[in-house]
């Protein structure tokens, strides 16, 4: 693929408000004396809200930052059961506050900046961009959802038999069971993305679901719900992959390139090259 870039990596910490947050930095190297701002990426790991690590989610944001010309931010926040909800929505917030305020020290163009994850990470993606909207912070660019988990209720869970997922309801209970110990805490908008209503005015969203996860069809009814409410939708459906398999999955991670770069020209005015971004539109990869 071109477009390739040798990245600098950083692991460190930001503060947050239970404590550091450890952040992984991958930055795309530039010609010697040139300091230009990149769009930034802020990447959340999976791990059902109780396990996952910068490492789980190393593979999918150094693509992503090698292949986008992006700087990514990694973020490892507060894991339940020790720091239950808010901790995990609350860390995220912090980091993409640390991130704004530090732009130029990281080389950020935070008019270009994505929130991005897979499973936990991307409810975690999801509920930023309402944090963002309903704080007023600045506008993101983008969000990319990657087989999210987006629904406490479980209501639309698929059969893992029958799908031969290696996600199942036993697991996504147990998850939840630990990340949000109080019942009202299932209909938060920051705890479930596909309760909430007021959609209107989030970022412009890719979601990625694979045909054998238990995910896929409550990932679909929110990408619905991102179009009815007018925000520009593209939804990939990946054949014969599993949810484990997915944020690894090299045409997936071809075709987020793809959307960030269409994005990052369009948040520049540029939308006279990105004829192939086509909004509102379910696009099955075969």
Known sequence: ???????????????????????????????AGTRKKM????????????GGS???????????????????????????????FPAAPEDAYA????????????????????????DAGGSLAASLTMMTRDRCGKPLAAQVLISPMLDPSMRLLGDANHLKSDLTAEKCAASYRQYLPQTMQRMHPYAAPLEVSRLAGLPAAFIATAER??????????????????VPTQVSRFAGITHGA?????????????????????????????????????????
């Open 1 to 31: 693929m071109p477009g390739s870039h040798p990245l600098d990596i950083r692991n460190f910490f930001v503060p947050g408000p239970l404590g550091r947050i450890p952040v992984r930095l991958y930055t795309p190297a530039q010609e």
């Open 39 to 50: 769009p930034l990426v802020m990447y959340f790991h999976g791990g059902g809200f109780v």
């Open 54 to 84: 910068l490492d789980d989610a190393d593979a999918t944001a150094g693509f992503i930052a090698r292949y986008s010309s992006s700087v990514v931010l990694s973020v490892g926040y507060a894991l339940a059961p020790a720091k239950p």
């Open 95 to 118: 980091a993409a506050v640390w991130a704004c305020t530090h732009a130029d020290e990281i080389r950020a163009d935070v008019s270009r900046m994505v929130v991005a994850g897979d």
């Open 213 to 230: 996860d238990v995910l896929c069809q409550e990932a679909e009814k929110y990408a619905a719900a991102l179009i009815r409410a007018g």
């Open 246 to 286: 997915l944020r690894t999955h090299l045409p997936l991670l071809k075709e987020i390139v793809n959307f960030l770069r269409c994005r990052f020209a369009r948040a520049l005015g540029d939308d006279h090259n990105n004829t192939d971004y086509i909004p509102f539109a379910f696009q099955p990869s075969l």
